[in-house]
C-alpha cells in the first residue's frame, strides 16, 4: 500500500488484524471498519491510495480488487488539463453502481479530465479515479470492501433541469415540452449507432418505448425527477 508491504495472511488474520497492520505500517494512509462491517482506507495525503497486490491474493480475498481499466482514449499522452471535448467525450452523468447502492454523479460542469476525477472524488462512491499508467486512459478503483464494480454512461434527453419536478411523466406530450417533430434521433452506444425512428411520437411513454424496442444496451426511463429522459447505458464494470 502506498509502496509499504503490509504482512496480512487472509486464511488466519481477521479484518481487524488487517486494520491495524496497515495503520501500524502505513503512516500516509488511514484504515477503519464500518458499521457494516467493511474495509474503509483513507488518504491522509493529497495523494490517491495506491494499492497492490504482493505474493498473495488479499485484495481479492477483501473485495478491494474491483477495478475498472477505461478504454484508450487518445490524445495521449493524457494529464489532468487534458479537455473532454478535445477527446471528442460529451454527456451528462455516470452511474458508479457497488452492488448495493448507485452514485450518479453530474459532470456537466466537467470540462477537463481533473474535472471528472474531481467529481467522483466528491461523489461519496468508494471509488477513486485516476489517469492510468500508460497515459492514455481512466481507471476507476474501489476503496473499500464492495460487492462489485458497474459504471453506466448517463444522458439526459427530452427535458431539463429547469423544468419543475413531475413536469414529465409518460402522459407528458413532447408538444408541451416545445417538441413539434421529434423525427429521427441517432444513439451512439459503443460504437454503434442506431436511428430511432420517433416519427408520430407525441407523447414521452412512446419516445422511451421506441429507444427501448429499437437501440440494444441502452435503457431509456424517465428520471426520478420528473424533468426528462435518462438515457443509461452499462459500459464498464468489473
Known sequence: ??????????ATDSLTDIRDAINRSVDTADARIDENGRLIIRSLTSQDVELANGTSNVLEALDLFHRIEGGDLGGGPLTPATTLA??????DAIVIDTGDQEYEIDLAGATDLAGVIAAVAASGAP??????????????????SVNSLEIRSLRKIFGSTALA???????TTLASLGIASPG?????NDGVVTQVDLTGAVSVEQVVDAINSQVNGVTATINADGTGIDLESAFLSS
Open 127 to 144: 471509488v477513486e479515479a485516476f489517469i492510468n499508467g500508460a497515459g492514455n486512459g481512466l481507471t476507476f478503483s474501489a476503496t473499500e
Open 1 to 10: 500500500m502506498n509502496g509499504v508491504t503490509v504482512n496480512f495472511d487472509p
Open 165 to 171: 419536478p413531475g413536469t414529465v411523466n409518460s402522459g
Open 184 to 188: 429521427i434521433l441517432e444513439i451512439s
Open 86 to 91: 478535445s477527446l471528442g467525450i460529451t454527456g
